[in-house]
């Protein structure tokens, strides 16, 4: 019982749907699981417009490993389907690290700009 409450409260607290668009969805240069985690970002972005989890709690949620993600990630930005803003102390460690989700026409209202 207390399991099912615990996965309750983190689903509310998550968000309700993720979002995958279909500039993401039929990017054939995206793995399956990539485009799981730009959804998942998406729905970790909901409330705040970005996305603040760790590499370690993204890959619990998708059942695979820091590094794995780490590369998902890699893939993302460098097909600029998201930004990360990385910020660092004066010693230059990262400090906090926010994911911010860049499909574009998804971003401008669902409308697909017109050339």
């Known amino acids: 019982m207390i399991g099912i409450v615990k996965e309750n409260e983190e689903n509310q607290r998550i968000g309700y749907y993720a979002v ?4 993401v969805l039929f990017n054939e240069k995206l793995k399956a699981n990539e485009k799981l985690l730009y959804a998942l970002v998406t729905a970790l972005s909901n409330k705040e417009g970005y996305c603040y989890a760790s ?16 590369r ?11 930004f990360l803003d990385i910020m660092r102390n004066e010693k230059k460690e990262i400090i906090c690290r926010r994911i911010f989700p860049n499909d574009v ?11």
């Open 20 to 23: 995958i668009p279909a500039t």
């Open 55 to 70: 590499n370690k709690y993204l890959g619990e949620k998708l059942g695979v490993d820091s590094v794995t993600v780490s």
């Open 72 to 82: 998902w990630l890699t893939n993302l930005r460098r097909n600029n389907y998201v």
């Open 105 to 115: 026409p998804y971003r401008l209202n669902n409308q697909y700009p017109i050339d």
